[in-house]
């Protein structure tokens, strides 16, 4: 479905018009990948609608431009502000934010350095990443034939826009296969994350993920969902997980902004000990979303309330 159009887009500092929001055929990014981004979620609460760990994901918007060697000429607070300014300015209670630091318009060449750093915040409407079903039914996953970039490739850490045309290619591969998702091993062959998302196991009640060491990106999602589980009592372990992990879990699920928390119901058609939305992950989830409707005072610090910011 094509991105449904919101009004306005913030580029470099000025709101403008949806439609106006273009850039030169010859920008560096378009070219060679040179770019970071993040993906951050709005959710309606009965307070206006909060947008999700806002500071986390513009603080790896830094991290991310920091590795290449992008300097941004706005300060943190400055992309905060200009964050809700934008969902403000299109009137959204519930949006997907696209954050997008980009090498722009000037010389060509594989030294990013000489092109300047252009950054824009578009918000818009995104609903249910992994379908409708996804996250009550849960999704099934294939194991690519693609692997994650190593660290010493392109630095797992940093979203850098580059590096997700490997994930499209995994992703392909998966829907072509008939599959929803991909995950995505690590040259010595462990679990990383998925195409856009980190991945959970349950087995016996204790949860497990892969640590960063293993080449996923540090989600927000997946740090929410380890202090959620945490305070819920359950036992977080990350550790290296294998294809015998996935195929022999109790329950298995997705993590991330666009996909929230998506149940994975088989991976390479093995059905899940509770092939569906099992019990630990439907409690995870359910937490997780009053969290972030801010439905659960114990996690307001997530929450950047809309109306409460200060505007300009
Ligand atoms: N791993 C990868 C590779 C990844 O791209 C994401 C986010 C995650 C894990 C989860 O991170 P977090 O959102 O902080 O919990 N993927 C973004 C882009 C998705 C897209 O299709 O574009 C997102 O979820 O916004």
């Not at 590795?67 to 905060?80: G, K, T, W």
């Not at 997700?164 to 290619?169: A, E, Q, R, V």
């Not at 959970?200 to 969902?225: H, M, N, Q, W």
């Amino acid at each position: 479905m094509p991105i449904p159009p919101t009004e306005k887009i913030w580029m470099d500092g000025e709101l403008v018009a949806w439609e106006d929001a273009t850039i030169h055929v010859l920008t560096h990014g378009l070219h060679y990948g040179s770019g970071v981004f993040e993906g951050i979620r709005a959710y309606r609460t009965t307070r206006g609608p909060s947008v999700f760990r806002l500071t986390d994901h513009i603080r790896r918007l830094f991290r991310s431009a920091h590795v290449y060697h992008m300097q941004i000429p706005f300060s943190a607070e400055e992309l905060c502000d200009a964050t809700v300014e934008t969902i403000r300015a299109n009137g959204m209670q519930e949006c997907y934010i696209r954050p997008l630091v980009y090498r722009g318009y000037g010389e060509m060449g594989l030294n990013p350095l000489p092109a300047p750093v252009n950054v824009s915040i578009a918000v818009w409407p995104w609903g249910v990443y992994l379908g409708e079903e996804s996250l009550e039914s849960g999704v099934r996953a294939k194991i690519s034939s693609w692997k994650r970039t190593d660290h010493n490739v392109l630095p797992p850490g940093a979203k850098a826009t580059g590096q997700y045309i490997g994930s499209g290619l995994a992703k392909v591969e998966a829907l072509h296969g008939g599959y929803d998702e991909a995950i995505l091993l690590n040259h010595a062959g462990y679990v990383t994350d998925g195409s856009g998302e980190n991945v959970f196991v349950v087995k016996e009640g204790v949860l497990y993920t892969p640590p960063f060491s293993a080449g996923c990106l540090d989600g927000i999602t997946r740090d929410s969902i380890m202090v959620v589980a945490r305070d819920q009592g359950y036992e977080v372990v990350e550790r290296n997980l294998s294809r015998f992990d996935l195929y022999t879990a109790d329950e298995a699920f997705f993590t991330g902004t666009a996909a929230e928390v998506a149940p994975i119901r088989e991976v390479d058609d093995r059905p899940m000990g509770f092939s569906g939305r099992g019990p630990v992950t439907k409690e995870l989830q359910e937490t997780f979303f009053a969290a972030a409707r801010g439905e659960i005072d114990r996690y307001a610090r997530w929450l950047t309330l809309v109306e409460d910011a200060p505007s300009h």
